[in-house]
């Protein structure tokens, strides 16, 4: 059996997957793509088992633990990626950015950020500045 053929199928694959990990914006496809890189990594790990004819197997005993850990690591995500939509209502990764609470000028948020609302009045002309005691309609 020649090497390059499922060593060109691998680098393929493996560049699709990237692509989809630095172009997608849906959280899913990007653990897909991820998905596509490991399959990728795994092929290459059979082919060259069976190229060198390794009397261990050891190519493909280190395709099944990267098949487990593939099995955990969607697990894992996709749980996180239920979550995230279901608190904030999108798997957009740009939006999800977007939501992202910050303190200060630099982008770093604290938990006590959230409890503690800023009072921006001094920004807002002075005919819609409300005082503490009005309610807004």
Not at 40 to 67: C, E, K, M, P, S
Not at 70 to 87: C, D, K, P, S, T
């Amino acid at each position: 059996m020649h090497l390059v053929y499922p060593a060109v199928l691998a680098a393929l694959l493996f560049c699709t997957g990237l692509y989809g990990v630095l172009a997608r914006r849906n959280a899913i496809l990007v653990l897909m793509s991820v998905e596509l890189m490991l399959n990728a990594v795994n092929l290459n790990l059979v082919a060259f088992d069976a190229w060198l004819r390794d009397t261990l197997h050891a190519g493909q005993a280190l395709t099944l633990f990267t098949i487990a850990i593939a099995a955990a690591e969607i697990g894992i995500g996709l749980a996180i990626v239920l979550l995230v939509y279901r608190n904030r209502g999108t798997s957009d990764i740009d939006r999800l950015r977007a939501l992202a609470e910050t303190d200060g000028e630099d982008g770093t948020g604290t938990a006590d950020s959230a409890a503690a609302p800023a009072d921006n009045t001094a920004d807002a002309p002075a005919d819609t500045r409300l005082t503490r005691g009005e309610a807004t309609a």
